[in-house]
């Protein structure tokens, strides 16, 4: 048996568990459509709230005010509570305070409040746990562990998840940007974080219980947690002039280059592109942090050198890193990159969590017995 044919060792690549309306991922084209709209076109022209009634009804207009005011409503009260939630969101690491102050809500019965209820949350918590640990500022430029800031329910979910990180009415084109990101990082198929909701889902069980297990799965560094390393590299290579000269020693020391490969593209990732071209609309705009220039040449460089060594692996940009150098633009520190990923996500984790409920049964798959057997002894009459 080949290892392609060895579904345990290649992590069920190639294997179908559900039928889906929401995403179809090419890799080998490296096209992303999401409801019957290719995601170029859908992150370019909807707001985060757009994109999140694409994937909950498959609605194509552009008019989603009454879900901005049901999420701006549902952050209030998910503010109103942060009191209980007081030791979840002391915790050092982003994610574990999402995941445990997430795991505190109830369950409840109507399901499109349960929805909204969710996503709203999540920005209150992100924001709130990064102002008490010191990532947001203040004026005077140093970092210092800050209060929360209530929501303002007549703001969008962008706009005002920044307005809760600095304390201050964001620009509309740093929204614009935040938007965009949060659009091209809602819904990308059957990925780990969303493969966790599902199966949970699948039992039977309670929507909370599964957005838990899809921030349980999106925390891992192999799902998630790419972005802020990306960041480290750009500031170690420092200049387009050492781009080429730096990534040979890492490669020669057998150290991987960070926000390059992908597990389904073989081609650039489609997502790679829609923020690279949001990071120059912020540096049109006059927000810059000088990185994108870099960051292409380091890309460029990468790619070459990659293409050079392993000309049978397709190595390209894939979605990390350019959400680094937008989110980094955007003021976002990189302590709260993969919080920020959770605050589009849920969108399409909410998405299919309804579609399994809906369509899906129990997922249970086999694994493949390898390991030893005890001896068989004979029988006395065969002795």
């Known amino acids: 048996m080949t290892q392609s044919e060895n579904p345990a060792r290649t992590g069920l690549d190639g294997i179908v568990v ?19 709209r290719d995601l170029e076109d859908a992150a370019a022209n909807l707001s985060f709230e757009g994109m999140t009634q694409l994937l909950w009804s498959g609605q194509q207009q552009t008019d989603s005010s ?3 005011q049901q999420l701006g409503t549902a952050r209030v009260a998910a503010f109103a509570a942060l009191r209980a939630q007081g030791q979840a969101l002391a915790r050092p690491d982003g994610m574990e305070a999402l ?19 969710i996503a709203a949350a999540l920005p209150v918590f992100a924001a709130a746990w990064a102002r008490g640990q010191g990532l947001c500022g203040t004026a005077t430029g140093t970092a210092e562990r800050l209060q929360p800031i209530a929501p303002d329910p007549r703001l969008s979910q962008a706009q005002d998840y920044l307005r809760m990180l600095t304390g201050s009415p964001p620009p509309p084109a740093v929204v614009r940007g935040l938007d965009t990101y949060l659009c091209t990082v809602a819904e990308h198929g059957m990925n780990a974080s969303t493969f966790a909701a599902r199966v949970v889902t699948s039992t039977g069980s309670d929507t909370v219980s599964a957005v838990v297990a899809a921030i349980c799965a999106l925390k891992g560094p192999l799902h998630g947690g790419a972005p802020g390393p990306v960041l480290d590299m750009l500031e170690e290579v420092a200049s387009p002039a050492r781009a080429r000269a730096w990534l040979e020693a890492e490669l020669s020391a057998g150290r991987r280059i960070m926000g390059l490969g992908h597990r389904v593209y073989r081609v650039r990732d489609p997502r790679a592109a829609v923020l690279e071209a949001a990071v120059l609309d912020l540096e049109k705009a006059g927000i810059s942090t000088r990185r994108l220039g870099l960051a292409r040449a380091v890309e460029k460089q ?18 990390e890193f350019y959400t680094a150098v937008l989110l980094d633009t955007l003021g976002l520190d990189r302590r709260l990159f993969t919080a920020t990923f959770a605050v589009g996500r849920v969108a399409g984790w909410l998405a299919h969590i309804e579609e399994q409920r ?14 030893s057997y005890p001896e068989q002894k004979l029988a006395p009459e065969a002795a």
Request: aromatic share 2%; hydrophobic share 35%; glycine share 6%.
């Open 358 to 371: 809906e369509n899906g049964r129990l997922i249970r798959p086999s694994c493949r017995y390898v390991g």
């Open 18 to 36: 559900a039928d889906t309306l929401l995403a179809r991922v090419d890799g080998l084209k490296g096209r992303l459509v999401i409801r019957g």
């Open 66 to 68: 009454e879900l901005q």
């Open 302 to 319: 990468a790619a070459e050198l990659l293409r050079e060594r392993y000309p049978d692996r397709p190595l390209e940009a894939n979605v």
């Open 99 to 117: 995941r445990a102050a997430l795991s505190q809500l109830e369950t409840r019965d109507d399901a499109q409040e349960e929805r909204v209820r």
